[in-house]
């Protein structure tokens, strides 16, 4: 698939596609510090539209890029909801792009998007196939009929999916059928989960063998108490789960986690969103078993790039309004820790400075508070005469406001006019007003961050909207990006 | 004393959301000895305040400030705060409540000595109630165009009208999304770069508790139109001039200190002029040790810049530990300056209409026109 516009429009169009892309990077539609989630709603859905209509290549193509499940739901349904305008060469792409990214969803999300698409009363051919490809992918039918009970449901009358079909000699299939469909039909079933599920509305030992979030709802019907409960179930969780369970478990209000978590393989804005919750004096106490899981998971999303990114400066927000709200708690502050740890995995050793706008020092006792004096830190940070300057703050530079975009200003006309230093503002929040993240100055190239572990790839992709490369370089790389993508597909799926 | 001296604040970065501008105001050092609390009242905020005999003063009072001036502010515990039991103590096992008891709603005086070395007053109230009594007992001498309610009465019942900052479009989103600085003591709040309020206090402790009670306070009727008409007032963005000079990393340094010395500049004398330029006649509220209680009303000028009344504590040199104004709208500085005028001429007609420079006939409109209309004669 190559993607092409006139070259003389070819300009106006790349940043169209930047925006959208910094747009569907960091929006998930729920409520930020300075905006409401309706307001969230309303400038993505217009976006979402302005692209589809005049970009539907691009559109299609932001599905292989890093953007967030959000927003990969919302393409895949634009794309679905109108099939009409696209030709059937386009349409044979989408439909890889579509398989390829469902593959990578977390099953509850494509099981949403299933249940909208139904609502939607969008039931054409290559929306049941591609439905029915996915859920033929499913590892196990038997536990999607436990877990996502109704979204299956939903799925299965949709797509008229017949459940024991052919190849299913052990039968199951047809079971899970029943199950979904007719219950109380079968005394017992031959299938472990779905007896279990059976047998939990009367034995609380059988409550153990479901999926956490089934078994919660047994465990409050039964009244169990949580703590047990919870130490009973750690090894049915998933590692998110497991994660988000912990503070439940230990116990204790701030004693150690339980021996079973080992923190170094969760994601790593995942751990610095759970270290931010902890308090202050659990940070302190654990500060060595924290800073060692966040550094291991930085180096392992640092992967190739490590330590090659030569003397590394960085300019880290934690001015108050990187409490994010309450639906998205704290994330711009861990978006910016996990730079943090990410950036030192990155520099060469030894050559990374981080500059909070606090003026605290000490990364593991991070808060939210203050104002952001973006200027002087930027100053303080070009002082160091790094070869790389990164900026991770949500644009709203108010001590004095503007400075730091006249700042780099001065030092890109003025001082470096030969770009010895490499300077990028990565914005974790997305302002709906402007329809893109809130940028510091022209002549920075801004990209929406949502977690820090694509760091690499958004440089990459922030490259481009500093008008040094055309527009054709840009419309390459997502050539490239789409080639990979749909080549390697599944490969990334998460649990 | 008849100026404000605002000396020890400095002037921060302003932070504009929507019509409203919030400039912080910093303290290199706190007030020493000084500490106020927020006291919460109940009934939706609905109170009467008993002034004296037969005198009661009648407003939303949602909530109450207690100044303590005995040194030991550091330590005392902050509103809400509940003494339990230790946990492995045998009375730890029993729940703490979850409730407090909040205070009923009939306060006595504005301002009450509490046990120890503290005192609590009602905030703007204090300088509302000192607005409202302005000549409050009416005609001295019994002239013949008085009414005979007038010379009994005096002009009770006053009232004048004010709103919620709930009802100030934009107050409560900015003043939520408000980065506080570290240090910061006070703010002034602008609404289309009208002075809405200023609000000081000795610690910035105290100021990170009471920064959201400014959503509580009143304000005037002009600058509840300014917010709700007011187009979004522009950000004051730093600009750095493309000199011919050599750049350097320094010289960027020095440009960036010089914005901020600038924007410092400017607010202090084109925004705020009008509240720390102007005199005013200040009532001493109470005397509490180093520290005074005072309230101030405007020389009631029409027609000039905004005017505002307000409550300050000084300290024993006259600088202000805390600080908090209300913007009179144009009717209601109308009707202090013809109070004024009135009373200055032992409430004879003509002779303030001499003072005025106007006729007789228009001194009586005038005083119709400002709602005073009780204290005349119907044929005067």
Redesign the interface.
Same mark, same amino acid.
């Given at each position: 698939m190559t993607i092409s516009t006139g070259t003389d429009s070819g300009l106006v169009a790349a940043e169209d596609v930047l925006l959208f892309v910094n747009a569907a990077i960091t929006s998930t539609g729920q409520r930020e510090f300075r905006s409401t989630a309706y307001q969230q709603q309303l400038s993505l859905e217009f976006l979402h539209e302005y692209v589809r209509v005049n970009y539907r290549r691009v559109y299609a193509a932001a599905l292989a890029l890093d953007i967030n499940d959000h927003n990969a739901v919302l393409i895949v349904r634009g794309l679905l909801e109108h099939a009409a305008d696209a030709g059937a060469e386009e349409k044979r792409t989408e439909g890889r792009l579509i398989a390829a990214r469902l593959a990578r969803l977390p099953p509850q999300r494509v099981y949403r998007l299933f249940r909208a698409l139904r609502a939607a009363r969008v039931n054409n051919r290559r929306t049941r196939a591609i439905m029915r490809d996915w859920l033929a992918a499913r590892p196990d039918p038997a536990h999607d009929a436990v877990k996502y009970r109704s979204g299956l449901k939903t799925a299965a009358r949709h797509v008229h999916l017949r459940f024991g079909g052919t190849g299913e000699p052990g039968g199951t299939g047809d079971e899970t059928g029943d199950f979904l469909f007719r219950p109380g039909h079968r005394t017992s079933y031959r299938h472990g989960l779905l007896d279990a599920w059976r047998r939990a509305h009367y034995e609380q030992g059988a409550v153990e063998e479901l999926p956490f979030t089934v078994a919660e709802g047994f465990a409050a019907r039964r009244g169990m108490k949580r703590e047990v409960f919870l130490e009973r179930m750690a090894p049915r969780m998933t590692r998110l789960e497991r994660l988000r369970t912990l503070g439940q478990r230990a116990s204790g209000d701030d004693a150690r986690p339980p021996a079973d978590v080992d923190l170094t393989v969760m994601p790593l804005t995942r751990l610095a969103l759970y270290v931010l919750s902890l308090g202050f004096e659990a940070r302190s106490a654990r500060r060595a078993e924290l800073t060692d899981a966040l550094r291991t998971a930085a180096r392992r999303a640092a992967g190739p790039h490590a330590g090659g990114w030569g003397r590394v400066a960085a300019v880290l927000d934690d001015s108050y309004s990187s409490s994010g709200s309450g639906e998205k708690r704290r994330r711009p502050l861990a978006v910016a820790l996990a730079c943090h740890f990410l950036l030192e995995a990155l520099a060469a050793p030894g050559a990374y400075s981080p500059l909070w706008t606090s003026g605290r020092a000490d990364p593991l006792l991070v808060r939210p508070w203050g104002p952001t004096p973006l200027g002087i830190r930027v100053l303080d940070a070009l002082d160091l005469t790094p070869h790389r300057l990164v900026i991770v703050s949500d644009g709203w530079d108010n001590a004095p406001p503007g400075l730091a975009g006249e700042v780099l200003r001065v030092w890109r006309t003025r001082l470096d006019p030969d770009r010895r230093t490499a300077v990028v503002h990565v914005n974790p929040v997305y302002d709906a007003d402007g329809f893109d993240v809130r940028r510091l100055a022209p002549s920075v190239p801004t990209a929406g961050v949502r977690d820090a572990e694509d760091l690499p790839a958004l440089v990459e992709i922030a490259g481009f909207a500093e008008g040094r490369t055309g527009a054709a370089a840009l419309y390459a790389y997502l050539d490239r990006q789409v080639a990979r993508f749909v080549s390697d597909d599944g490969a990334g799926a998460t649990s | 004393m008849n100026r404000l001296e605002l000396t020890g604040l400095t002037t921060?970065?302003?932070?504009?959301w929507g019509g409203i501008r919030l400039v912080?105001l910093v303290r290199e050092q706190p007030v020493g000895g000084l500490r106020l609390h927020e006291e919460l009242y109940s009934d939706h905020g609905h109170g009467v305040v008993d002034l004296g005999p037969r005198t009661h003063y009648a407003s939303v009072v949602p909530h109450g400030f207690v100044a303590d001036w005995s040194g030991e502010g550091e330590q005392s515990a902050a509103y809400g705060t509940q003494l339990g039991a230790a946990a492995d103590s045998t009375a730890g096992n029993r729940p703490a409540p979850r409730t407090a008891r909040l205070q009923r709603h009939r306060h006595h005086r504005m301002a009450k000595r509490r046990p120890g070395d503290r005192l609590r007053f009602l905030p703007l109230h204090l300088a509302l109630e000192g607005y409202l009594a302005l000549h409050f007992g009416g005609p001295a001498v019994a002239w013949e165009e008085w009414s005979r309610q007038a010379l009994r009465d005096g002009l009770s019942p006053r009232a004048e009208d004010a709103y919620l900052g709930w009802s100030v479009r934009g107050l409560g989103d900015a003043l939520r999304?408000f980065?506080?600085?570290?240090g910061q003591c006070g703010v002034m709040v602008y609404a289309a770069d009208a002075l809405a309020a200023a609000f000081v206090l000795p610690h910035p402790d105290d100021y990170r508790l009471l920064h959201p009670s400014l959503v509580e306070d009143l304000y005037g009727e002009l600058i509840h139109q300014y917010a709700l008409y007011g187009a979004p007032v522009p950000?004051? &963005? /730093?600009?750095?001039p493309?000199g011919p000079q050599p750049?350097?990393?320094a010289a960027?340094?020095a &440009? /960036?200190r010089e914005?901020?010395r600038e924007?410092a500049e400017a607010h202090d004398t084109l925004f705020a002029g009008e509240l720390l330029d102007s005199s005013y006649a200040f009532d001493r509220v109470y005397r509490m040790g180093p520290f005074t209680l005072w309230r101030f009303l405007p020389p009631f000028r029409p027609g000039g810049a905004g005017q505002h009344i307000g409550e300050t504590i000084t300290d024993h040199k006259g600088q202000v530990a805390y600080l908090k104004t209300f913007r009179l709208s144009e009717a209601q500085i109308r009707r202090g300056h013809l109070l004024h005028r009135l009373a200055d001429a032992d409430w004879r007609i003509a002779a303030a209409a001499r003072a005025l420079g106007t006729t007789e006939e228009e001194v009586v409109r005038r005083i119709r026109a400002a709602g005073f209309d009780s204290l005349l004669r119907a044929r005067a």
């Open positions: - | 921060g970065p302003a932070q504009v912080p999304v980065e506080i600085h570290p950000d004051f &963005a /730093a600009r750095i493309d750049w350097s990393l960027l340094r &440009a /960036a914005c901020e924007w």
